[in-house]
């Protein structure tokens, strides 16, 4: 309490020196008046004392005028001008979304960081009618730079890799400037909900139908031919269950993979140790391996191997990888992890689960990762496949900038081959 | 980029390259226009799709135009001389994507008569995506001039030409499974080939543009074949 008093104490005294400084050549010329009156006038020397005491009071307690008012904000918007000093880089490089600026050539002179996240290639120097190339894009270019129009708005939507919808706001810098800019908003998540919902629809409808169909054959027979019969009860019921677990399974790895497209596109940037996360997927999946009869063999030492990624989605990469070798590669009896790490052409780490079961035939590796695609249907439902694993490993690495290899041979098992990029 | 000491040169350059860029865009979009209406049983964006294909006729006589004017009127050497000759050859690929997207969108009403199981084009639409990546990069690549980048090109190709053969097969499989099959399939599989073909086409792309930039052809090093025509499907 005592220290705010203080504080405020002096914060008046600071306010009244200001005054008194203000006012010093006024305040000076008074004083002179007043000693020369004194001296002069012979008037009582306590009187002068008094009055110039009276003086001081006055200029300190006084209100500023409006000239001074005006002066002292003219001052703080003459600091405010520093703004204009700021660099057009930071500003840009501030912005979140991807920001390209352009001459009346076309040619890229400013990219932010985002865009080049975004567009991959994208540099200054670069003819952007070259980079984007969509007829609206093209279209709403030529008009900005010719002058024809101060600012387009338009969708520009990139299929591949991976869906993104940006609505892009085109407009000319200031007047006369000679420089555009091409700010993107990305509008990918409204577009991917709704292609989740269509999606979602028409693929759990197709795959629900197989084991719906089971079930309600089953419980047509239970109430007619074998309501009397507990054995064929005990069985019906059985694989009822089976399926009504394959339908949940089924809608798990559904809604998993429609999380994983409904996640905006950003490569993750978080280094993670590769080394650790194959390992703890390794021990997950003991129990599994030990059930099916499957030794996993690991060919790696204990130094940490480090990657960009993100943790969890690489750890259902591997984790869907060697549970997908321990099931169809249970014949070979092992399973053997390795991880690599290559320099050339690019730094990549290199992790391959490789099987020894019966392996693919050519004409279904390239195909094994779509979304319900199954080499032997039969076998796939024994072990309890959705059909999505595979399909979900391949989403994960495409946002990762990561590719998957597979090699194998009739006969002498596959291999599963993730390179991530290291950098 | 170099400039010349006639400044309209650089323009006249500058300018193919943008009618390239545009025609590329265009040829992208009717490739992934016509799968989409394929996929959808969408006639009026097949129609649309046909249509756009105009374009890509006209801009290519467009850019032949140019390209040989220019060589008459400047006479230009070196990285310009190439520049040039890729640009021709560059238009001629992309018309011929071009020709093939409108192909596919032309099979779109043959293919959809019928109520088709979504399993059918699922293939075809991961085989359009990899043809898809693989002119986006390229067309990235010539507008970047990033020649490293397209190493990885190859590999695409290899994958391209594999998935051909597999949907070649399962097509295959399908009409052996039932005789109503044989018409959506039998088209289905011209659009397969047309799509291995835009992936070659992307190829071809790359290859002009390395020679572009490098000043010398690309090393050959690719087994360049799909399977198919080896694939027969024995009664077992």
Not at chain 2, 66 to 75: C, D, E, G, N, S
Request: one cysteine or more; glycine letters at 6%.
């Amino acid at each position: 309490m005592s220290e705010s008093r203080e504080e405020h104490a002096r914060r008046l005294l600071g306010a009244v020196a200001g005054r008194l400084a203000l006012n010093r050549w006024l305040l000076a010329v008074a004083m002179t008046l007043l000693v020369a009156v004194g001296w002069f006038g012979s008037v009582d020397p306590v009187l002068v004392v008094a009055a110039s005491l009276l003086l001081i009071l006055v200029a300190a307690l006084s209100p500023r005028s409006p000239a001074q008012r005006e002066r002292a904000v003219r001052s703080a918007a003459a600091d405010g001008a520093s703004l204009e000093g700021l660099s057009a880089r930071s500003l840009a490089a501030a912005v979140v979304d991807p920001l390209v600026v352009f001459d009346a050539a076309g040619t890229a002179v400013l990219v932010n960081d985002a865009a080049r996240v975004a567009f991959g290639a994208v540099a200054p120097g670069l003819s952007i009618l070259m980079k984007f190339r969509a007829p609206e894009m093209q279209a709403a270019i030529e008009h900005i730079r010719s002058g024809a129009s101060q600012a387009e708005t338009v969708d520009y939507a990139e299929r591949v890799p991976i869906e993104r919808v940006y609505r892009v706001t085109l407009s000319a810098i200031g007047q006369g400037s000679g420089l555009f800019v091409m700010a993107f908003r990305d509008q990918s998540e409204a577009r991917r909900i709704d292609r989740m919902r269509a999606d979602f629809i028409a693929n759990a409808s197709h795959e629900m139908r197989t084991p719906l169909a089971s079930i309600s054959g089953f419980v047509e027979t239970l109430r007619g031919p074998a309501r009397n019969d507990p054995a064929a009860r005990e069985q019906f019921l059985q694989i009822m269950q089976n399926q009504t677990q394959r339908m949940a399974r089924l809608i798990d790895d559904l809604l998993s993979l429609s999380r994983l497209e409904m996640k905006p596109y950003l490569p993750p940037g978080a280094s993670v140790d590769v080394r650790l996360i194959v390992q703890n997927v390794i021990d997950s999946l003991s129990p599994l391996a030990a059930e099916s009869g499957v030794v996993i063999e690991r060919t790696f030492g204990d130094e940490p191997i480090v990657a960009r990624g993100d943790r969890d989605e690489l750890f259902q990469v591997f984790e869907n990888l060697l549970e997908n070798a321990c099931k169809y590669g249970q014949s070979g009896g092992r399973v053997v992890v390795s991880i690599e790490r290559t320099e050339v052409p690019e730094p990549e780490v290199a992790v391959t689960i490789r099987d020894f079961g019966p392996g693919i035939a050519e004409e279904h590796i390239p195909r094994v990762t779509e979304r319900f695609y199954r080499v032997d249907v039969d076998n796939s439902r024994a072990q309890k496949g959705t059909g999505l694993g595979l399909s979900i490993v391949k989403h994960i690495l495409t946002r990762h900038n990561a590719r998957l290899t597979i090699k194998s041979k009739v006969g002498e098992g596959a291999s599963f081959t993730v390179h991530l990029p290291a950098r | 980029m170099n400039t010349h000491i006639v400044r309209s040169y650089d323009e006249e350059l500058k300018y193919l390259r943008n009618r390239l860029a545009a025609m590329g865009g265009h040829a992208e979009r009717m490739v992934d226009q016509s799968v989409l209406a394929l996929v959808n049983a969408d006639a009026g964006l097949a129609r649309k799709v046909i249509e756009d294909d105009v374009f890509l006729d006209e801009t290519q006589r467009e850019v032949d135009d140019k390209a040989i004017l220019l060589i008459a009127r400047r006479q230009p050497m070196a990285d310009d001389l190439r520049e040039v000759v890729g640009a021709i050859r560059i238009s001629a690929d992309l018309e011929r994507v071009g020709d093939l997207g409108k192909n596919i969108a032309k099979r779109v009403v043959a293919v959809t008569e019928g109520r088709q199981p979504l399993s059918l084009f699922r293939g075809l639409q991961a085989l359009a995506e990899l043809a898809l990546t693989q002119l986006k990069d390229v067309l990235d690549v010539y507008a970047s001039r990033s020649v490293d980048r397209l190493a990885f090109m190859r590999d695409r190709d290899d994958q391209i030409d594999a998935m051909y053969t597999s949907l070649f097969r399962e097509l295959l499989t399908y009409m052996m499974e039932d005789p109503r099959n044989i018409t959506p399939c039998t088209h289905l599989l011209f659009c397969a080939k047309n799509i291995e073909r835009i992936g070659d086409h992307a190829t071809n792309i790359a290859e002009t543009v390395y020679y572009v930039v490098k000043g010398e052809q690309m090393p050959i090093e690719r087994p360049k074949e799909d399977k198919s025509h080896g694939v027969v499907l024995s009664k077992e």
